[in-house]
């Protein structure tokens, strides 16, 4: 682990756990700025705000208001299923790892990452929407060990459907229609997908650690990761109690038919056997959760 990045780390998650009045007055130029586009503003002209921000790794990177502004004020993503995953990546990805983002819409975990394997690895991060892709690319430009794909990971290679919600709720855009969110406005259109498997022949790469957050789409890309499945040992996939039975238990039930076993990240970003992935989930306080599947077995 490297000691300066937990050591930024840690600083800037004691600053996001803090109560919101707290750190308002520690940054009230930000946060005056912050909470004036996203909910003032962008309310009424549904345009989103460019700005940059820093992270806890120290890159700076473009983002759009209001769909980054938890990156904008504290430098992290601060639910707190997310701190626990950076604590985890921070303890396990080693320099020189091979790692996968999929979903990676801005590139906070994406940054993370690259920050975790140093330039002797390799980040592959996969991101099918028009603007977040955008700024994926952007961020990633000086990055020498990011590779970023505007591209859909799926069951095969091909075209497929990709839905696109509202700024504000851009992290939540799908291949799928969830059924809770069928309500929610959205914009359809034809995007490129590839399977794991697929790319991964294609450029000669096996991942030692795969991020999976791409809002029920997760079974498709685990059925075109056959082959991956069988040489990978970690996965950490969010689960959301949403729809879960129909669109996360699948992905749950197939990587246990290959190997794997769930765990919960506490938060110093240790693992504890989760016997029932279900259970846990549906008595989750928050609505979802980062889970780590590692590999038993083969």
């Not at 690319?137 to 970023?148: C, G, M, P, S, Y």
């Not at 949403?242 to 938060?267: H, K, M």
Request: net charge neutral; hydrophobic share 40%.
């Amino acid at each position: 682990m490297d000691d300066t990045l937990l050591e930024s780390f840690l600083k800037a998650e004691q600053f996001a756990r803090q109560p919101k009045l707290k750190r308002w007055t520690q940054r009230p130029l930000k946060y005056v700025l912050g909470l004036f586009w996203s909910y003032l503003c962008y309310p009424i002209i549904r345009k989103g705000f460019r700005t940059r921000c820093t992270l806890f790794t120290g890159d700076k990177i473009h983002v759009l208001l209001p769909a980054g502004l938890d990156l904008f004020l504290t430098g992290v993503k601060s639910h707190n299923s997310e701190l626990r995953l950076v604590r985890y990546m921070l303890s396990t990805l080693n320099h020189g790892d091979v790692v996968v983002d999929a979903g990676a819409h801005f590139g906070y975990f994406t940054m993370v990452m690259a920050a975790c394997v140093s330039g002797e690895g390799t980040v592959m991060a996969f991101e099918p929407s028009i603007k977040a892709g955008e700024y994926l690319r952007k961020n990633a430009l000086h990055k020498v060990q990011i590779r970023t794909e505007q591209m859909m990971l799926s069951a095969s290679k091909g075209e497929s459907t990709f839905h696109e919600f509202p700024l504000r709720y851009s992290e939540f855009n799908t291949s799928i229609q969830r059924v809770s969110e069928k309500t929610m406005p959205s914009k359809s259109r034809v995007v490129q997908m590839t399977s794991l498997d697929e790319y991964c022949k294609e450029n000669e790469m096996v991942p030692t650690f795969i991020k999976i957050d791409v809002e029920g789409g997760e079974y498709n890309i685990l059925k075109g990761a056959v082959h991956i499945l069988e040489e990978v040992k970690t996965i950490a996939m969010e689960l959301r109690q949403s729809d879960y039975e129909v669109l996360y238990a699948p992905a749950v039930t197939l990587l246990e038919q290959a190997g794997f076993v769930a765990f919960r990240i506490d938060d110093h970003g240790r693992l504890s056997r989760l016997q029932d992935v279900a259970s846990y989930i549906s008595n989750l306080a928050e609505e979802s959760d980062n889970v780590v599947f590692k590999k038993t077995s083969g």
